[in-house]
C-alpha cells in the first residue's frame, strides 16, 4: 500500500519515461547506486525506483538509468550503465531507459569482488554494525551477571608452588593446593 503511494507521488509530477525491456539473462547494469528498494518485477519496479529517483526532482548522478529484478522479486535501482554484470544469469531481468539503445560489455572480474561486499566502499553497513553492538551487549551482560551471583567470578586464581622455569608438579600435588585453597576460601 505504502509502495503504491509512493509510485503515485512519484510520478504525478513527472512525465512517465519510455523503456526498453531487455529481459532476463542479458545481466544487469552495475552503477553506483545498485540500491535494493523493494519486491516489484516489471513496470512495478520501473515505477518504483522511479518514484524514488525522479527525473524531474533528482540530481543528474542518481537518476534513474536502470532497473533490474530477479525470479525473488526483489527489484534494484541503477542511475548508470556502466557495463553489464551476471551476464546469462536467467533469474535476471532488465529494464533500462529507452536512450540505452545497446548494452555494453561484461563488467571487469574485480567488480564482482565489490559486488561481494555491499556497503559504501568497503563499509559495514548498519544494520550488521547495530548487530554486533546488540550481541556484545548481551555478552557483557551475561557475563556480569555469572560474576554478580556468584558464578564464573567466585573461583579461585591459580596459585604458583614452585619457581617460575621449574617443572610442572605432579598431579595430585596440584589437587592438594587447590583443594586447600578451596576449603580456606570456603572458611571451612
Known sequence: MIRRALVLLGSLGAARATTTNWGAGVG???SPLDREIGKATGQACWDLCAATYDIAT???A????????????????QNDCQCMMDVGDMNGYLMTTSNITSLPGNCPSHYYDDDDHPGCNGMVEWPYL??????????A??????CVCGGCCNSCAPKNIG????APPPPAQVAQVYQ????ASEGV
Open 130 to 139: 547495530l548487530l554486533a553492538v546488540a550481541l556484545t551487549a548481551i555478552v
Open 163 to 166: 619457581p617460575p622455569n621449574s
Open 28 to 30: 544487469w547494469c552495475y
Open 180 to 183: 586447600a585453597s578451596f576449603v
Open 62 to 77: 542518481d537518476r534513474l538509468v536502470a532497473v533490474d529484478w530477479n525470479e525473488w522479486e526483489e527489484c534494484f535501482c
Open 58 to 60: 533528482t540530481p543528474d
Open 141 to 146: 551482560t551475561v557475563i556480569s551477571f555469572g
